[in-house]
C-alpha cells in the first residue's frame, strides 16, 4: 500500500510521475540521457546496469522493468539478466560489461566503494573514461530511483512477466513520456 494517495492504476514510477508531472520531466528526460542518448555502451547494457543495481537495492519496480527492457535490447534476453543478478562474473556479457557492472555494484554500496582496483580492471577490459562516467552515473540515477519508488511504497507487481509490455514500451518509446 502506498505511503500517499497515488494512481492505484499505475506501478512503481509511473504513479510517481503522474502524482509529481513537474519532477518527472527531468526526472525522465535524465533516464533517457542516461539510457538511450549518444554512448558506445549499448542500450541494453545501460539497461543491464539499471536492472543489476536495482536489483542490489532490493527494488522490485525499477530491478522487473529495466530487466524487461534489457531483455528486449541484449541478445539472450532475461536469462542474461538473471544470470547477471545471480553472478556478475558469470553472467554471458563482455568482460569490459562485467568490470563495469562491479563498479556499478560498488556504487550502489556508497560512492567511496569505487576504488582504483575496479577502475584500473574496467579499463584493462576497454572500459573509456566516459564509458565508466556514465557507468556511475547510471549507478548513482538508480540509486535515487530506486528509493523514491520504495520510499513511497509504490505498488510493484513480483512476475517478471508483469513487465514484459513495459519493456517493449520503454525501449520504444524511452523515459519522457511515461
Known sequence: MPHIALDENLPGIAALFAYRPETAAPLGQLADVLLRGPSSLSVGERELIGAVVSRGNDCTFCSRSHAAVAAEALEGGIAVVE????????APVSAKVKALLHVALAVREGGKAVGEDLIAAARAEGATDVEIHDTVLIAAAFCMFNRYVDGLATIA????????????RLLAEGYSRI
Open 83 to 90: 544470470a547477471a543478478w545471480k553472478d556478475v562474473d558469470g
Open 157 to 168: 507487481p513480483d512476475d517478471q512477466d508483469a513487465y514484459k509490455a513495459t519493456g517493449v
